[in-house]
């Protein structure tokens, strides 16, 4: 067949294809004629979740320390996820103890969520080991589940060929409590 045989039919078809209201018209879909499509179905029993559920723990773990913060340094708890954030906000700034506080607490649940997703090397790299004070922290997953962070530096090794890990909150505690001296 040669080429001049072949042209005619390609334009026809696209004629044919431009004429379709199945092309033509959003959301159309066409059971009959040449470019009839075939019934559709789903092929999937149930809908798939539609967040990350690590996620929304982390949210629910966050509201459940902000209460207990409040709680804490307050005098009583308000209504609604927003309220707990600000009337917490609004705490640490009334007191030093109740700011140290809330900014361990901040960096805990930063550091988890960050972990969770699979972007803390931006914010672990701004940490420094609380042992050797180089920024040589990685984020692990310990044995129950939970997350930590280990010192990459072999001189701060507990034993050859044992690193050492760090719990969430010490690695915060440490880094509040040298920025608070620097800041002095």
Not at 47 to 68: I, M
Not at 118 to 126: C, F, P, Y
Not at 148 to 155: G, K, L, Q, Y
Request: charged share 20%; with cysteine; glycine share 8%.
């Amino acid at each position: 067949m040669s080429n001049q045989e072949s042209e005619p039919s390609r334009s026809a078809l696209t004629y044919a294809v431009a004429a379709d209201p199945h092309w033509s018209t959003a959301g159309a879909t066409r059971l009959a004629g040449a470019l009839a499509l075939p019934e559709r179905r789903a092929t999937r029993s149930h809908a798939g979740t539609p967040y990350n559920l690590n996620v929304y723990d982390l949210a629910l773990d966050l509201d459940r320390a902000l209460e207990a913060f409040t709680r804490r340094h307050g005098d009583e708890v308000p209504a609604g996820r927003t309220a707990v954030a600000d009337y917490a906000a609004c705490l640490a700034e009334g007191s030093d103890v109740a700011r140290v506080d809330y900014g361990r607490l901040r960096l805990v649940h930063d550091l988890r969520a960050a972990l969770t997703i699979g972007d803390a090397d931006e914010i672990l790299g701004k940490l420094t080991c609380p042992t050797c004070q180089s920024w040589s922290l990685v984020g692990t997953r310990m044995p129950a589940g939970g997350w930590a962070a280990t010192c990459r530096i072999v001189r701060c090794a507990t034993a050859p060929g044992v690193p050492r890990v760090f719990t969430l909150a010490e690695v915060a505690r440490h880094h509040i409590t040298h920025r608070d001296v620097a800041a002095a």
